[in-house]
């Protein structure tokens, strides 16, 4: 099963309006990032948080992260319609060896103009 | 620079059929992934290579998907006897020595469809 699980699977909001996507994951980190992926097309990297960290910014967006509850949240603030993607959230396990990401099944936020 | 490019951009194959997707890194990145990413997934890890050699294969669903990487640049994914459930968009991604294991450059995919 998938390390990442988002939440909501799809979003859809007017543009200005703010959007929170969360992510859960099973096992201890040391890190986590959002990606972003336009229809049909690769993956962006937006934004990494350590486990050290509770929030991030980075212009619109707003990463929080509770190791607590093993969850992660993007925020977009005055979303625009360019904002219309799907969101992933990926770990690294950091109790083990691997080298790979394990990505979350994602968020579809659709913006309206 | 370049970004990573993938060849082709959408491969339509007969099952049973064998298929080879094309991967060009970034120049100069070491590390090389390939993920594959069915409609409405997130991407799932397939195969890491470092430099030449294949240092995680253990993505690979089965012994139809092989990948390599001989000069330690471009990556090569093959499948042979294709499977209606092949059907995915093949992500490649690349990343410097030394770099995070986050810091990966993705291509925009092959999209893959087995009729």
């Known amino acids: 099963s998938q390390q990442g699980e988002e939440d909501p699977q799809a979003l859809s909001i007017q543009e200005g309006e703010n959007a929170t996507m969360n992510c859960s994951y099973k096992?201890?980190?040391?890190?986590l990032q959002w990606y972003r992926q336009n229809s049909g097309r690769g993956l962006v990297h937006l934004i990494l948080?350590?486990?050290?960290?509770r929030e991030k910014h980075s212009g619109r967006l707003r990463v929080t992260l509770d190791t607590s509850k093993k969850s992660s949240s993007l925020l977009i603030t005055a979303s625009r319609a360019a904002d219309t993607a799907s969101y992933f959230c990926?770990?690294?396990?950091?109790?083990?060896?691997?080298?790979?990401?394990?990505f979350g099944s994602g968020t579809q936020l659709t913006v309206l103009p | 620079g370049a970004g990573v490019s993938q060849t082709p951009s959408n491969k339509v194959t007969e099952k049973g059929k064998y298929v080879e997707l094309r991967c060009d890194p970034i120049?100069?990145?070491?590390?090389l992934y390939w993920y594959r990413q069915s409609l409405g997934q997130g991407p799932e890890f397939l195969i890491y290579?470092?430099?030449?050699?294949?240092?995680?294969d253990s993505g690979l669903p089965n012994d139809r998907f092989f990948a390599v990487r001989p000069e330690g640049s471009v990556s090569t994914l093959k499948i042979q006897r294709t499977e209606r459930g092949d059907s995915a968009m093949y992500l490649c991604?690349?990343?410097?020595?030394?770099?995070?294991?986050?810091?990966?450059?993705f291509g925009p995919g092959t999209r893959l469809t087995v009729t």
């Open positions: 990926a770990t690294v396990a950091a109790a083990s060896s691997a080298r790979q990401l394990t």
């Open positions: 948080i350590r486990s050290n960290e």
């Open positions: 991604a690349s990343r410097a020595q030394g770099a995070s294991i986050y810091e990966q450059y």
């Open positions: 290579f470092q430099g030449t050699g294949a240092a995680d």
């Open positions: 096992t201890s980190i040391n890190n």
């Open positions: 120049s100069g990145h070491t590390a």
